[in-house]
């Protein structure tokens, strides 16, 4: 069984998932990053595929992934980073990222390179559900790999309802519609989340965009099965002088 499926069987409530961008602050920190996660108490790792063009992402995710390309990070140094991590990491991990770097390296080498490393499902923002459906699925299901799309609080209910079909792993509910980052007063999206809710779909349901401390994590998880954290996580370790300290640090305080 996928991990993520492990996961969300033994926890249905409360799942924090944490967003970082892979090879930053420096390069070779992927996998520091990573273990403090899973230390700290994360219950899932999201890692930003760093892209030039991102679609979705507000300042503080766009400025690291410019360093993160900068320090030469791509996606043949990620596979190579994470080879060998499933020795030490037990979470679930998911890429997320943008279509064209995936299409440039190939999308079947690409999802045979993330079951390879022990990837377990992947976030792609642009890639349109019906090219996934007509053309992409057997190949995904071939690597074992989820796709997780996203709903808005735009997202039609009859697409919420495809979307929730052809999604594997959860459905991303993205707060509001706006690029990462931006606070939001989640109390204000309770009408929103009840509808998913309400929807009673086949999907957990996770909560991302705007999620940045214990507070918004806690009315996230009131709507939902948890919650994304990924422009707050991103920001705290920029400049940190003690990577492992900080990330367990931050993952404690919104868990506790």
Do not use: W
């Not at 996928?2 to 420096?26: C, M, S, W």
Request: charged residues 20%; hydrophobic residues 40%.
């Amino acid at each position: 069984m996928n991990r993520i499926d492990q996961l969300f069987q033994q926890k249905p409530k409360e799942v924090l998932n944490i967003y970082f961008t892979a090879g930053f602050p420096q390069l070779g920190d992927t996998l520091t990053v990573l273990q403090a996660l899973q230390d700290g108490g994360a219950d899932m790792a999201e890692i930003g595929m760093p892209f030039s063009d991102p679609l979705a992402d507000g300042p503080v995710i766009q400025d690291s992934s410019t360093r993160a390309i900068a320090n030469g990070m791509k996606l043949a140094v990620l596979f190579e980073q994470l080879k060998g991590f499933r020795s030490k990491i037990r979470i679930p991990v998911v890429l997320m990222g943008y279509i064209n770097p995936v299409l440039q390296y190939g999308v079947e080498n690409f999802l045979r390179s993330c079951q390879e490393v022990g990837v377990d499902g992947l976030i792609l923002p642009d890639l349109p559900m019906d090219e996934y459906e007509t053309e992409y699925k057997p190949l995904f299901e071939k690597y074992g790999q989820h796709l997780i799309f996203l709903v808005t609080p735009e997202t039609s209910e009859a697409r919420i309802r495809k979307i929730d079909s052809l999604s594997r792993g959860f459905v991303y509910a993205v707060s509001s519609s706006s690029t990462t980052g931006k606070d939001k007063d989640m109390k204000l999206q309770a009408s929103y989340f009840e509808k998913l809710q309400s929807m009673k779909l086949q999907n957990p349901v996770l909560v991302g965009f705007g999620i940045r401390d214990k507070a918004t994590f806690q009315t996230a998880c009131q709507y939902s099965n948890g919650a994304i954290i990924g422009s707050a996580f991103v920001k705290a370790i920029e400049n940190s002088a003690n990577l492992q300290e900080t990330v367990q640090t931050f993952v404690r305080n919104i868990k506790q």
